[in-house]
């Protein structure tokens, strides 16, 4: 059934407001961070006012029951994901702390000099700096794939880095968090693994609008954060296939990760609290549930379904507007994201002028630098929809960017004209 946005919009408070020009918020900075509906602001809440205590250590009833609140979350959080065991489910601070943990426990023991980690031109900074840092600590070397013409990469050059580099990791995005294209996540998976290498898939972007199933993807890892799904901050998601995890060290220590510590050493614990030292994001954890629950009750298909429909409105009338150029493929290949520029405009002055209209957008690089060098730009704007978006508020959008191109690119032409004559 589609999804009515407007029942929807009823759901999140926070959509009620103006913004400070005045005009009603057309939130479109979701690929950033998405807003929370009522549902996860009362389970945290709930948490803080009734129940809440540190989780595992206390023999008490708060902590009894802030623990079995804790771990039912990470059991949300395996059928969301579609995991075989809760040991597979590692609550990190984010996608960042999570790819952060791959690479230094992973990374660090199976990685050497000369070894090489592939990853596309489209990924992430926190796709990106991670395994920069793991060649200056290890010798191995970063990799990527270029783009093509249509913003897509083709199997062939998959497959022909696979073999002819013959990488260790391939690690990549589900989606771009600026192209918005959708990668094929399981057939990349099958080709890499098929070539000897390790799968890690940064679902940050996928997360939030399709449903995953770690067993149909087979990757590695998978890893996601909260905020993008309508849960709260500070909190993501490891995945990775439990023989992998126990085999790997810890990667922080502290308290709650080992089984014994002496003045000689330690001992880890098993999985997943290997990896989750010191007190975990415990409201934040039960956010999340909460959150993986409300997007379920609404249909990841539907969800999916309506960014469809936003994106291929937004993608159509903004390519008709004399000077935007689209980075991005045909919305068919691509999520609710619509990256573009404008010709003689800055992204920031984009942004700004669509912020005294109410539109909401994120101009910059996006923490994307090599994607943006690649393209030879320096910067984007990028407006991302999610469920509670409307199509008013795509044409909110485009009127605003006309609105734009008509203060900021035909003044600025003349200007420039102007500048130039002798
Ligand atoms: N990867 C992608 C594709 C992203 O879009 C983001 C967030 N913009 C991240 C990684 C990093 O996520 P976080 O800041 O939540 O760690």
């Not at 129940?51 to 969301?80: C, D």
């Not at 609105?403 to 600025?412: I, M, P, S, V, Y």
Request: with cysteine; charged share 20%.
């Amino acid at each position: 059934m589609p999804l009515d946005p407007l029942s929807i919009r009823a759901d999140f408070p926070i959509l009620k407001r103006q913004s400070s020009s005045g005009a009603p918020l057309a939130f479109l900075d979701n690929a950033a961070s998405a807003q929370r509906p009522q549902v996860v602001i009362d389970a945290i809440s709930d948490c803080y006012q009734r129940y809440y205590a540190n989780v595992h250590r206390g023999i008490h009833t708060l902590s009894e029951e802030s623990t079995a609140a804790y771990e039912a979350a990470r059991e949300t959080t395996r059928q969301f994901v579609g995991a075989r065991s809760q040991s597979e489910i590692v609550f990190a601070a984010g996608t960042t702390a999570a790819i952060n943990t791959v690479a230094h426990s992973w990374g660090g023991n199976h990685l050497s000099a000369g070894d090489v980690v592939l990853l596309t031109i489209a990924e992430h900074h926190a796709n990106i700096v991670p395994w920069h840092q793991l060649a200056e600590r290890t010798g191995c070397r970063v990799e990527f794939l270029p783009l093509g013409e249509d913003f897509t990469i083709d199997d062939a050059v998959v497959q022909d880095k696979l073999q002819t580099l013959q990488p260790k990791l391939f690690s990549f995005a589900s989606s771009s968090n600026v192209l918005g294209t959708n990668f094929p996540v399981a057939r990349w998976t099958s080709m890499a693994h098929a070539a000897g290498a390790t799968v890690l898939v940064d679902a940050a972007q996928g997360a939030p609008h399709q449903a995953i199933d770690v067993q149909q993807w087979d990757a590695d890892f998978v890893v996601f954060s909260g905020h993008k799904i309508c849960g709260p901050t500070g909190i993501g998601v490891l995945y990775g296939k439990e023989a992998l995890l126990d085999a790997m060290p810890p990667f922080l220590g502290g308290g709650g990760m080992i089984d014994r510590v002496t003045t000689e050493g330690f001992s880890p614990t098993g999985l997943p609290e290997k990896f989750e030292a010191g007190t975990p994001p415990i409201t934040e954890a039960i956010g999340l549930a909460a959150a993986m629950r409300y997007l379920q009750s609404v249909g990841l298909e539907a969800i999916e379904a309506h960014e469809h429909l936003l994106c291929q409105a937004a993608d159509t009338a903004l390519r008709n507007i004399e000077g935007v150029e689209i980075l991005g493929p045909t919305p068919d290949k691509k999520g609710g994201i619509v990256s573009f520029t404008l010709d003689g405009v800055h992204a920031h002055d984009i942004a700004q002028w669509l912020d005294t209209r109410g539109v909401a957008v994120r101009a910059g690089h996006h923490c994307a630098m090599p994607l943006h060098e690649s393209l030879g730009k320096s910067a984007s704007a990028r407006a991302s929809f999610y469920l509670y978006n409307t199509l008013e508020e795509v044409d909110r959008l485009v009127e605003a960017v006309k609105e734009t191109r008509d203060k900021f690119a035909r003044g600025g032409r003349r200007r420039r004209r102007r500048s130039q004559s002798p």
